[in-house]
């Protein structure tokens, strides 16, 4: 499927449209099937030590696997996309991955959280970015809107291992980068595009062209350029990665699988299921004492989107607010942000990441494409 993607002229004349591929949507059917949990045992991978069954490969996916450096995903022309992805999903929880990006000017690394109703937690480098990172969030597939995409400052993911994370639950959603929170998202309880992600995810892992010379404009201008590969091969490194399933965050002691009980997608309708029985639960589950954070929203704000970013500390809040729309770069209507701090520390424009609006949105779309399994 992978490679039909790549080849169709429908997915390279409309990248958004790949934005909403899945081969069953629990919120359209109710006879999807269920997506197995990772359950109560963390998943931990070190990829030096080579493959992992915890993983399958998209068709036409090869990768090494290096001692030092961990699995290579390397390309050396346009069509080359491996990803791989994970067997089994989460319902809240947490992932780091350690991993180098790939150099390259529209190269894109990318480690991807995404359900099957296509919510979606995003980390992709570009490879002709050394200084930065993109976070994105999407909900239910939606790209009518394009205002929740932003760069934090990294020190040289090219060339350098970072550990990345994503920590998710109910109420909240952080971005770190090696301990440090750089952005977090908070579940305000907003519907449509600025939905929060709320249903079980897997985990997705890969590099791709965004630099296609067929490429959409938009597309290629958000990767920095047509991809020279004359230079290639691009490699990028995964490490290792670590993997805990909050298990729905209400005290589950254990996941076999997850249940869509209706259409709506919510977390509170998806049921944790053990073994074919709706799990047991315990009060003192240290998962749901885990959700509990020091940054909240300011109660305030009347915003469709409250989202803390810092590259500093968790004690600066920022709510990032539309204040109306603009013509984005790609020359589609998008949306302006502004961030508004909160709390007893500044937040400086230098400290935040830079949020961006129609062009997160063109390399998420496209992302999802390659991605796809």
């Known amino acids: 499927m992978l490679f039909k993607l790549l080849t169709s002229a429908a997915f390279a004349a409309s990248l958004v449209s790949a934005q909403t591929y899945t081969s069953c949507d629990p919120t359209k059917r109710d006879d999807c099937p269920n997506p197995k949990a990772v359950g109560s045992k963390p998943v931990d991978i070190d990829f030096r030590k080579g493959a992992s069954d ?26 080359d996309a491996p990803t ?6 989460i ?22 959280l995404q359900s099957d109703d296509l919510d979606e937690i995003d980390w992709e480098w570009l490879g002709g970015d050394n200084a930065r990172v993109q976070t994105n969030f999407f909900s239910k ?19 350098q291992f970072h550990t990345y994370t994503i920590k998710w639950t109910p109420t909240q959603l952080d971005w770190i980068i090696d301990g440090t929170v750089v952005r977090t998202l908070m579940n305000t309880g907003v519907q449509g595009c600025a939905g929060y992600p709320q249903s079980p995810m897997q985990i997705k892992l890969g590099t791709w062209v965004a630099g296609r010379k067929n490429a959409p404009q938009g597309t290629i201008e958000w990767a920095g350029g047509v991809t020279d590969f004359t230079d290639a091969p691009f490699e990028g490194y995964y490490q290792s990665l670590r993997i805990v399933d909050y298990m729905g965050a209400q005290g589950a002691t254990e996941a076999t699988e997850y249940h869509y009980t209706d259409l709506s997608g919510s977390w509170q309708s998806i049921k944790v299921v053990n073994n074919g029985e709706e799990a047991e639960s315990s009060s003192s589950s240290s ?15 009347a915003t469709t989107l409250t989202t803390v970013t810092s590259s500093q500390s968790t004690s600066s809040n920022a709510t990032i607010t539309s204040s109306g729309s603009s013509r984005g770069p790609t020359g589609t209507s998008g949306n ?22 129609n062009m997160a949105a063109v390399g998420a779309a496209a992302l999802l494409g390659y991605l796809a399994l």
């Open 336 to 357: 302006q942000v502004s961030a508004t701090t909160t709390g007893s520390t500044s937040l400086s424009t230098a400290a935040a990441p830079t949020l961006v609006g």
């Open 54 to 79: 915890f993983f399958k490969l998209a068709d036409g996916t090869s990768l090494k696997y290096d001692n030092n450096l961990g699995a290579v995903f390397s390309i050396s022309k346009e069509t």
């Open 91 to 112: 319902f809240f929880g947490q992932v780091d991955v350690t991993v180098r990006a790939a150099r390259g000017i529209g190269v894109v690394t990318s480690f991807v």
């Open 84 to 89: 791989i992805g994970s067997n089994k999903y």
């Open 287 to 301: 998962t749901t004492k885990s959700s509990s954070t020091t940054s909240k929203p300011s109660s305030s704000s």
């Open 141 to 159: 597939g939606c790209v009518e809107t394009y205002d929740r995409g932003g760069f934090s400052p990294v020190a040289d993911p090219v060339n």
